[in-house]
């Protein structure tokens, strides 16, 4: 008998950077896929909420005077970034559908998030 039914998984953004400043290292991108996709092949539901560090930290937009409320919609769309290219790599590992919600509208890359249809 399986331990879990569903996990959810924080991943931070700066698990997909590498050491040199990039955004993302398609090593790091391929061994979480993996990783995931080993829980999934389990039959356990996988749910994931995923950083945006290594796109943009908010000690940043203190140092260039961004308004609080304008550097959480830059991170909420880093959020989003990578978010998509996770879904990217997994869905170029498997036939299975994955999907990306959010609480913000972005209608042309992900679906709104709906507390009911995400459970």
């Known amino acids: 008998m399986r331990p879990y039914k569903r996990v ?13 400043g990039n955004s993302f290292n398609s090593k790091r991108l391929e061994h979480i896929a993996n ?7 389990l039959g356990i539901e996988v749910s994931i909420v995923i950083g945006g560090g290594n796109i943009f930290r908010g000690h940043l937009a203190e140092e260039w005077g961004i308004d609080r409320v304008e550097a959480d919609n830059i991170g909420t769309l880093g959020t989003i970034i ?13 036939n299975r559908e994955v999907r990306v919600m959010t609480s913000i509208p972005f209608n042309a ?9 995400a459970v």
């Not at 959810?8 to 040199?20: E, H, M, N, P, V």
């Not at 990783?35 to 092949?41: G, K, M, N, T």
């Not at 990578?82 to 498997?94: A, D, I, P």
């Not at 890359?109 to 249809?117: H, K, Q």
């Open 82 to 94: 990578n978010s998509l290219m996770l879904r990217g790599v997994l869905t170029s590992k498997t």
């Open 109 to 117: 890359v992900a679906e709104p998030y709906i507390r009911l249809r």
């Open 35 to 41: 990783e995931i996709l080993s829980i999934v092949d």
């Open 8 to 20: 959810l998984i924080k991943l931070s953004g700066g698990a997909l950077a590498d050491q040199t």
